[in-house]
C-alpha cells in the first residue's frame, strides 16, 4: 500500500511501517524511491516483520537494510552514490563516514 502524504520525519521523502510506503506528494513518480520504499516492504515481510522492528534497535542491522535499499535506487539513479551515501551516513544514526557508506553501496 502506497500513500502519499507528508507524515514522516523531515529529514525523509520516504518512509515505510511495515507493509505500508509513506511517500511525500511532492515526490510522486520518484521510481528509485518507491524502489528503495518496497525493498524495506520485502524486508518486512520476509522476517515475518520482525527485522524492521529489530533494526530501530540494531545499527548493524539498520545499516544492512539501507545499504540493499539504496543499491537497488541505485538502479533507478546509477549518477547517485555519493548521494546516498551521504544520506547513510548522516540520516539514521549510523556511524559511519561517507566513504565507507560509498564502499558498501559500490
Ligand atoms: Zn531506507
Known amino acids: 500500500m502506497i500513500i502519499y502524504c507528508n507524515l514522516m520525519p523531515a529529514r525523509f521523502n520516504g518512509y515505510t511501517v511495515g507493509p505500508v510506503i509513506l511517500i511525500r506528494p511532492s515526490k510522486r ?43 537497488k535506487q541505485l538502479e533507478f539513479n546509477p549518477g547517485s552514490a555519493l548521494y546516498f551515501a551521504g544520506f547513510i551516513s548522516t540520516k539514521y544514526g549510523l556511524s559511519i563516514s561517507v566513504t565507507d557508506a560509498l564502499k558498501l553501496l559500490l
Open 29 to 71: 513518480g520518484d521510481a528509485g524511491l518507491l524502489a528503495h520504499e518496497k525493498v524495506h516492504v520485502a524486508q518486512f515481510w520476509r522476517t515475518l516483520g520482525i527485522g524492521p522492528l529489530l533494526s530501530l534497535f540494531i545499527p548493524s542491522l539498520r545499516l544492512q537494510y539501507e545499504v540493499e535499499a539504496y543499491r
